[in-house]
């Protein structure tokens, strides 16, 4: 049980914003730093056509725009990674246990794509076939894959107590953000796959702003381990 003196402090710990409460607010820091990425760095890509294209092309070893992309993204990667493992630290003993597997599977997706992406950008717009661009493919999918699982199970917790229901909300409206993206690419005309892309791209990036706000509230109506 949790020893009435032990409860008062822990309501006092909730109300009160720590700093790693502040720094899920990071989490959108990175959600607008990508967003700035992709609406402006076609200003220095001439002949790029965001509907036909991908995003990340912009950040091709030889694009033109990609000196803007990196100076414009260069909150995107370190302010994601800060919020997302500060709500892995504030989850310990709270949630439920499906809850926290999935957000720590959602932090090693972070992990993976902000590594991979990094060690691997394509060599060229579109796909020029070399090593460096078959890792950049194999990061992709791996990224895709961590992704689906983390926010499966994140609803399959969510969704099994009414509690965490918002944020399993929110994990369904990011996971039908990316199947759209994947089915979209597949069935719309080439000259506009750049369309159903961004929902792939801005699922993930968006999820994670969202759970940088819900630590930032303090993940309320969540549960912790008796003392």
Known sequence: MILPD?????????????????LGLLGVV??????????????AYPGYSWMAQAVSDLSAVNAPSSMLWKQLSSLYGVCGMISIMMVSVFIQGKLNKLLRIGIYLFAVMNWVSCIGYAMFPLTDSGYAGKFQDIMHVVVTVLVIVLS???????????Y???????????ATFALLLMFAGAIGINIVPREYVGIPERFSVF???????VLGVYLFRGFRGTKTRDY
Request: glycine fraction near 6%.
């Open 6 to 22: 032990r409860g008062k402090e822990i309501d006092r710990m909730n109300k009160k914003r720590t700093l790693i409460r502040w």
């Open 30 to 43: 990175s959600l607008l730093s990508y967003t700035a990425a992709v609406i402006f760095s076609p200003l």
């Open 148 to 158: 689906i699982i983390s926010l499966m199970v994140i609803m399959l917790g969510g």
């Open 160 to 170: 099994r107590d009414k509690q965490y229901k918002s944020l399993a909300v929110w």
């Open 203 to 209: 699922a993930a990036t968006g999820f994670n702003a």
